[in-house]
């Protein structure tokens, strides 16, 4: 008998030991982990969702233009309302353009390949410049179609999608960059 209850001793101390190594070692360290994670997640949603804001932003733009002084089918409050609904919209892309600047290195940083995150960083910086720029408000519609579509079907598009794509949507990239920053194209 004596036996007996020295092996349950032993196994309830071994139990009482190994819980309190795991509740006090293992499990604080798998919570934060996974609170890392989770932020890594919710950056990356973000970023695709902040994309999609500037896709849809953009065209948005392009289809509600101003209208011509002398059209008289607009009356002054209809002009008033479409140039306060254009700001309210450019508004959005001044803030979706700061985030993924302000934000890159927590959702950039996330993928394992440095040419993938280079490529989110460059379009992050190259997206808020052509919104800071002084360029024509059309002009800066059409740059940021160009930048993001390739973009965002880089990171969020279907895997096919991805493959079939990457050299052309890559070379569009570079094309435009070269566009914004006034060099000649390699094409």
Not at 49 to 75: G, Y
Not at 139 to 166: C, D, I, N, Y
Not at 172 to 186: K, L, Q, R, W
Request: aromatic content about 10%; hydrophobic content about 45%; charged content about 25%.
């Amino acid at each position: 008998m004596p036996n007996t209850l020295w092996t349950l001793l032993v196994a309830v101390v071994a139990a009482v030991v190994t819980a309190l190594a795991v509740g006090l070692v293992v499990t604080p360290r798998m919570e934060a982990r996974k609170k890392r994670v989770g932020e890594v997640h919710t950056a990356r949603d973000t970023f695709g969702a902040t994309m999609l804001r500037i896709l849809s932003v953009c065209s948005l733009l392009q289809k509600f233009e101003r209208p011509a002084a002398d059209d008289p089918d607009w009356t002054p409050v209809m002009r008033e309302r479409l140039t306060g609904e254009r700001a309210r919209w450019w508004q959005q892309l001044d803030e979706a353009t700061a985030w993924l600047l302000d934000n890159a290195a927590t959702y950039a940083g996330s993928w394992p390949n440095a040419r993938i995150i280079q490529f989110a960083i460059d379009y992050a910086t190259h997206a808020r410049l052509v919104v800071l720029s002084e360029r024509e408000e059309d002009t800066k519609v059409e740059l940021l179609l160009a930048l993001t579509m390739p973009v965002q079907r880089q990171f969020f598009g279907w895997p096919w999608s991805r493959a079939r794509h990457h050299f052309a949507d890559h070379r569009a990239f570079d094309e435009t960059i070269a566009h914004i920053s006034g060099e000649p194209s390699n094409s």
